[in-house]
């Protein structure tokens, strides 16, 4: 499955910004689905998942009740909505693709089977 981000750019603390991931090859609704982000120097943490159905959804707890994943399986499509940002939530962000799916944790990144290509989020203090 190939997949493609977008959606990201810069924003003032406080501020909003929607991305998405559309799935293209295989049908989105064969795996979990996953964000993940990279700053600078640090090494790629995951942000939050969902699994097939969208039932379930857990979160890293820096983003817990500002960020919330979702799909529409219909439209192969993976969110991420994230409301009041902050400075330290700039990276580049990534959607994942998985066949597995841990209701109780997050995603490490050996769990991924496909990447797509980031998405930059800036958010300016």
């Known amino acids: 499955v190939q997949l493609q981000a977008s959606g990201g750019g810069l924003v003032q603390a406080g501020g909003s910004l929607r991305l998405s991931c559309a799935a293209s090859?295989?049908?989105?609704?064969?795996?979990?689905m996953a964000w993940f982000r990279q700053a600078p120097g640090k090494e790629r943490e995951f942000v939050a998942g969902i699994s097939w159905s969208g039932a379930v959804k857990n979160y890293a707890d820096s983003v817990k009740g500002r960020f919330t994943i979702s799909r529409d399986n219909a439209k192969n499509t993976v969110y991420l909505q994230m409301n009041s940002l902050k400075p330290e939530d700039t990276a580049v962000h990534y959607c994942a693709a998985s066949n597995k799916f841990y209701a109780d944790a997050g995603y490490a990144a050996y769990d991924i089977d496909y990447w797509g290509k980031g998405t930059q989020v800036t958010v300016s203090s």
């Open positions: 090859g295989r049908t989105l609704s064969n795996y979990a």
